[in-house]
Structure formats: C-alpha cells, structure tokens
C-alpha cells in the first residue's frame, strides 16, 4: 500500500472566507491483501499514521477558525501626536524667547517672566509674541509668498501659535482628535492627513485673506475631523452596530458645524477651518479605508491552511470613493497653488465668500483690525500707512526696531 496521505479540500455551503486545513482523506479500496504477519503489521502502522493525521488536521481545522474568530485590527501605540504636541509647545517657548518683550516694548504682560513675557493685551490679547516675531518665525504671508518664493511658510505656519490660549485650545483638541485615530490607523497615515490638511488650509486661506499674517494648527485639526467623517462613511457596511454609528455620525456632524460656524466671528480664519476640513475629508477616504468584513489576508493564515471563497479586499463603493476622492485632492491642490503663486485673489471672483469667514451683526464688525502697514524712510523719517484703514503717519526714527514700529503702525490702524 502506497503510504502517501492524499490531500484532499472541502469547499463549505453558505461559509465565506473559512481557513481549512490540508486534511487527510479515507484510502481508495483496494485489494484484499495476501495475508503475511509482515504485510498485516505494515497495514497497521499504516492506519495508525492515518488515524493521527486526522486527529491532527481536525486540531488545526479548530486552531484556524479560532484564528478567523478572534483575528482584531491592529492595535497602534501613539506617539506621534504627543510629538506633534511637543513640537508645538516648544516652538512657542522658541519664539517667546526670541519676541523678548521687556527689551523691545515698553510694557509686558507678566514681566516677571523675563524674556519669555507676553506683549500688551492691546497688542496681542491671546497673550503672546509680537507679529513681527511670528513673521520671522515663519508665519503665513501672502505677499512673501507670491513674491519672494517663500511657499514654505505654508507648512511652518502651522506649527505657529499667537498665544497661550492659542496654543493651549488646540493642543487640547489635537490630544482628544489625534490619540483615537493614530491609534487606529497608525502614525502614517494619520501624520499625512495631519500635514496635508495643514497645508490645504493654509493655501485656502492664502486665496481669500491677501493682508495680515496668520499661524496656527486649526487646518490640520479641522483635516482630522474631516478624515473622521469620512471615515465613518466609507467603512459605514462593516460595522455591525449601525444604531450606534449613526448616533457617532450626527455627533461628529453636529461638532464639526459648531466649530465651523464659530469661524464666522471676526478675527478667526475660517478659510483655513474650511480647507483643513474639505483636505482632510479626501483624505479620509484614501487612506483611512478599512477592508470588508470576512476579507482574510494571505499572511495571517498559517502555513498548510488554505482559504476557501476569499472575498475582495474593498467594496465597489469603497475603491470609487478612492479614486474619485484622490483625484479630487490632487487637482484641488494643484489648481489652487496655481492661482495663488500668480496672486489671484479669489474675493474678486466670488463677492459673498468673504461672509464664510465672518458675518457682521450689530455686536461686531468684520473689519480687519490687524495692524499692518507699508514703510518708507526718508533720513530719520518714517512714514507708515495702514493696508487696513489707509491712514498715514510721519514718526522720526531714534533707534526703533522692528517690535516698536510694529506697536506705532497698531497705534495708527486702531
């Protein structure tokens, strides 16, 4: 008898993606055999192998549904989002350190603090650096944008903050946002949506808010938000609980439309909340996309299993929404550098989008009261104007240096 176990394979009714193992089956009859103590033991020890391979094939026939039965996403450990907040942190001790308000103003919030106190409330009431300070420090300016080919200020701008509110709200969120989603996703994917959504905010804000500097993570906070929502899309049929999705998906909605919509006050960019969010929500759909339910990777089955009816690692649904997502993304973005690296501004082309931004009532304006202003010495001259209200003012110079003439161009457009 040839000793050989024959491999044989089942394929079950109504069971998707089920790992079988290689199992023995029953020998083909034969002959009966010419009777020989020899040839009867060899039969024996022939049956006894036989016997012990199928009890062992039904042990990991078991071991394999266990293996399909209790198979999690992985489980990521974050620590690129307590960097992010670190980074963050420090950069603002960086650029209060270089601000050094008692050297160049005439009076600090918390003096006591040395060079790491706050300029006036007049000045900056989020209690922080100067202006001055976080153009040097990289923040976004149009204007070195277009015409000094600093298109970098799009990314260092938002590891900026103007003060210790400032900071202190979005690391917050970044913490409460970004520690969930590294965890499920891991620190590439969720660092990409993070610097993307970044820079898209900043290019939209680029496009619509030509004067002024402005700093902060708010896009890319806006962009993880974003990316939560579609990810709650795209993966929607894998979850079996849709009572408790749908209550997490109208909590998400309802969160994200109270922070766009406290955007709309003055003094707050929300061109950069709106393409932090829009980036982010492309995003989500490459690359936080989870594979169906009962898709079973080659390299979690263990060797001599096989898998029987394998479905597709994504839905239709899941691949179109990819596809149209990222080609949405890129032309989005490269359209939009485009316009902005030839100084379009897109206020001219859309005369109510400036209301996305802010929407005056009786209670405020939506002014700019940034103070920012044109130069020109003549000798020990200087004459300001204000790009806000367009006033002028001739001051002699003795000395000033920059954070001094930023205070006397605050002075004039206030």
């Known amino acids: 008898m040839d000793s050989r176990i024959e491999i044989k394979v089942t394929n079950p009714k109504k069971v998707d993606n089920v790992v079988h193992p290689k199992a023995a089956a029953s020998p083909a009859p034969s002959q009966p055999p010419v009777s020989s103590p020899s040839h009867d033991g060899q039969e024996r020890r022939l049956l006894e192998e ?18 399909m039965n209790v198979m999690p996403y992985k489980n990521w450990v974050p620590w ?44 900056n009431p989020l209690l922080g650096p100067s202006a001055a300070t976080l153009e040097k420090m990289g923040a976004l300016d149009v204007t070195k944008i277009v015409h000094k080919h600093q298109a970098w200020r799009m990314i260092t701008c938002i590891w900026l903050h103007a003060g210790v ?38 290019l939209m804000s680029s496009l619509f808010i030509q004067y002024g500097i402005s700093v902060g993570a708010s896009g890319a906070l806006f962009g993880l938000l974003g990316s939560m929502l579609s990810e709650l899309i795209t993966n929607w049929t894998i979850y079996a609980n849709k009572a408790c999705k749908l209550a997490a998906l109208l909590t998400l909605i309802f969160i994200i ?10 003094h707050v960019d929300n061109f950069a909340h709106i393409g932090g969010f829009l980036s982010g929500f492309l995003l989500g759909f490459v690359f936080l996309i989870r594979p169906q339910f009962g898709y079973v990777s080659k390299k979690h ?38 316009m902005l690296l030839r100084g379009v501004n897109l206020n001219d082309r859309c005369s109510w989008c400036h209301y996305l931004s802010c929407v005056p009532t009786k209670s405020w304006s939506c002014k700019s009261q940034q103070a920012y202003c044109e130069s020109i010495e ?16 001739n001051y002699s110079l003795s000395g000033e240096n920059s954070s001094q003439i930023q205070q006397l161009c605050y002075k004039l457009c206030s």
């Open 301 to 338: 089955v263990p060797p001599g299993y096989i898998v029987a009816s394998s479905k597709p690692k994504h839905k239709p649904y899941q691949y179109v929404l990819w596809l149209v997502s990222l080609i949405l993304l890129i032309a989005g973005l490269t359209v939009g550098m485009i």
């Open 378 to 393: 003549y000798g020990n001259q200087l004459n300001l104007t204000c790009i806000g209200n367009g006033k002028t003012g």
């Open 257 to 266: 439309v109270i922070n766009l919509a406290m955007g709309l006050l003055p």
């Open 80 to 123: 690129l989002i307590p960097a992010f907040v670190l980074a963050n942190v420090l950069l603002f001790l960086i650029s209060m350190f270089i601000n050094n308000c008692p050297k160049n103003s005439g009076s600090c919030v918390a003096r006591f603090l040395g060079r790491f106190s706050f300029q006036p409330m007049k000045e």
């Open 165 to 202: 509110f400032h900071i202190l709200a979005n690391m917050v969120s970044l913490v409460l946002i970004g520690i969930r989603l590294e965890q499920e996703f891991g620190f590439v994917r969720i660092g990409l949506v993070y610097l993307i959504s970044g820079f898209g905010g900043s």
């Open 50 to 67: 036989e016997e012990g391979g199928q009890s062992h094939s039904r042990r990991r026939g078991q071991q394999g549904r266990r293996l």
